[in-house]
């Protein structure tokens, strides 16, 4: 098994992420760990889009976010993101969210994605698109 690689994306707190004390929304982190996880296909060479195109989509079937400390707006907040697990048919990334400046632990994570087809069938992840991350899990 190689080592396992781990995209990471970092950006600032907006304020509409945030309540009246500034505090990030715990549904942020959320949206958060799509970006990492799109960086992350991005960076794969198998993005999202060029996914679509061939027929093919990710759909979320579960997530799961463990919240440590609170973000606040005009922080800088970093998302790792990880393949956890590759099947036939599912993918699951890890994501660990850290404050970019001081690296303190903001939540840790996961979501599961089934790949289906254009009518919305499960579908067995195309070779093409298993190569590109099982290389790196």
Request: proline share 2%.
């Amino acid at each position: 098994m190689g080592e396992q690689r781990i995209v990471e994306t970092t950006f600032p707190v907006r304020y509409a992420e945030t309540d009246q004390m500034q505090i990030a929304h715990h549904s942020s982190y959320v949206v958060w760990m799509e970006e990492g996880r799109s960086e992350f296909m991005r960076q794969s060479g198998a993005d999202y889009a060029r996914m679509e195109r061939s027929g093919y989509f990710f759909a979320v079937t579960g997530i799961q976010v463990r919240y440590l400390s609170p973000a606040h707006y005009g922080e800088r907040v970093t998302v790792r993101t990880w393949v956890k697990d590759l099947r036939s048919r599912q993918l699951t990334f890890g994501y660990e969210i850290v404050n970019a400046e001081n690296g303190t632990r903001l939540a840790t994570g996961q979501s599961e994605l089934v790949c289906t087809d254009r009518e919305g069938r499960v579908a067995r992840i195309p070779e093409m698109w298993r190569k590109l991350q099982a290389a790196d899990s």
